[in-house]
């Protein structure tokens, strides 16, 4: 979608062209997955 409306691809390195994977997402300085984590009660 991004490459579509903004031409150019989030995922691709700008200095070797290697493409990346997201690992983790950040809202308020918190990691999205903890805040999943603890919502469900897994800790």
Avoid: N, W
């Avoid at 390195?13 to 997402?25: D, I, K, N």
């Amino acid at each position: 979608s991004i490459l579509l409306t903004f031409g150019y691809d989030p995922l691709r390195c700008p200095e070797c062209g290697a493409s990346m994977l997201v690992l983790e997402v950040y809202h308020k300085k918190t990691a999205l997955f903890e805040q999943y984590r603890k919502s469900m009660g897994y800790g």
